[in-house]
């Protein structure tokens, strides 16, 4: 990767702080196990930082997105579970079992070739038996196996034959609405589910999902953006220890004093005397384009609203309120964390947390801070 010790921002990534809220989740879902989802690098934030450390702080499993990601995460943690939630690509089970990546089983097809490479692959070839999750679908309509496929593997339990099923899982489509019909569906359509097939642990909950009430927690509960510091749930405060800092920095600054326009398509009009900073961060940096106009930093403890277009390598500030000592050159600015939660931020930019984290730039300098020892 290339140096980034000159970058004009900096993002910084708490360690302990997702140790923190992984400990909080775990301790909200008594009766379950905790896994921490991991896909997307992290949702964005480093996973080969971010798994050692959850697997420190007591995580046995894993959720990652692709075959890859798994690969990336089994390199850094030997122990865990590690499910890959996007299923068993045609001919890639010969890689799961050589590094004990569990698939999550989403189609019967793949139920079937699971089974198949079992049966071929001699007890004796694989080190361990390795295991897999059966994704039954009961809501999302996006992946898992559809009602009919779960009438027909109900009807002949023996295409099951040889899996050791590590889990039964779903996924909520609403979670983060308590009072969402959809939830108390979801939860009678995977009971319904689990009682037609062979007895195994269960999972159904995400992040709001473990808000939702242990009836909802079954034995394994799977975090995923609460860890990273996102509010799950919809109106209450947000429970979860900030995670992300970004900071950019101010390069230069100007007084305006009459009518004129910032940026590009002459965007904004600015009417009377103030004072503008440009900052060294934009849209290549993931700061979404989305914030012009809207979107606000903290600067000396005061709220400075971005000004403006986003251009790909700068944004303006309108710092007329910050004394002009306090906004020179070389100056830090909040754009996330410290004042800036990233809730509201994607709220401002009509978009979600989610999108927000993943979207962050690769040209920051990352500070990653504590982590090191076992919490
Ligand atoms: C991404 C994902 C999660 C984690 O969801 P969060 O809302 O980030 O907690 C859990 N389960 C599945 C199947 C997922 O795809």
Request: overall charge neutral; some cysteine; charged content about 20%.
């Amino acid at each position: 990767m290339r140096s980034t010790s000159h970058a004009g921002a900096v993002l910084t990534i708490d360690l302990d702080a997702i140790a923190r809220n992984y400990r909080h989740l775990a301790e909200l879902s008594p009766g379950a196990a905790c896994a921490a989802v991991v896909k997307a690098d992290a949702y964005g934030l480093g996973a080969e930082r971010v798994a050692p450390v959850l697997a420190r702080a007591g995580c046995r499993a894993f959720f990652v997105a692709t075959l890859d990601e798994g690969l990336d995460v089994r390199r850094v943690v030997d122990e865990a579970e590690i499910f890959v939630l996007n299923g068993l690509p045609p001919g890639a089970a010969p890689e799961f079992a050589r590094h004990r990546l569990s698939p999550v089983l989403n189609q019967l097809g793949e139920v079937d070739s699971w089974g198949a490479f079992l049966r071929r692959a001699a007890a004796p070839a694989l080190a361990a038996r390795p295991r897999a999750a059966l994704h039954v679908d009961t809501g999302m309509n996006r992946l898992g196996l559809p009602q009919r496929e779960l009438d027909e593997l109900a009807q002949r339990p023996r295409r099951l034959d040889g899996i050791e099923l590590a889990l039964v899982m779903s996924h909520l489509a609403c979670a983060e609405d308590p009072a969402h019909a959809m939830n108390g569906e979801q939860r009678a359509r995977f009971d319904a589910a689990r009682a037609a097939l062979p007895p195994a642990r269960a999972s159904l909950a995400n992040s709001s999902g473990i808000f939702l009430g242990r009836e909802f927690h079954y034995d394994l509960v799977r975090a995923g953006v609460a860890l990273y510091g996102v509010n799950p749930t919809l109106e209450n405060a947000n429970p979860m220890a900030e995670v992300v800092s970004l900071q950019g920095k101010i390069l230069q600054v100007r007084d305006v004093d009459r009518p004129m326009t910032v940026g590009y398509g002459a965007a904004h009009r600015v009417t009377g005397p103030g004072r503008l900073a440009t900052v060294g961060i934009g849209y290549a940096d993931g700061y979404l384009r989305a914030f012009s106009g809207r979107g606000w930093g903290v600067l000396a403890g005061t709220r400075v609203p971005v000004v403006g277009r986003v251009s790909m390598d700068m944004i303006t500030l309108d710092v007329t309120a910050v004394p002009p000592a306090e906004a020179v050159p070389g100056t830090p600015v909040a754009l996330l964390g410290g004042g800036v939660p990233v809730d509201e931020a994607a709220a401002c930019a009509g978009t979600i947390p989610y999108e927000l984290l993943t979207a962050l730039g690769r040209r920051y300098q990352r500070l990653y801070r504590g982590g090191e020892q076992a919490p």
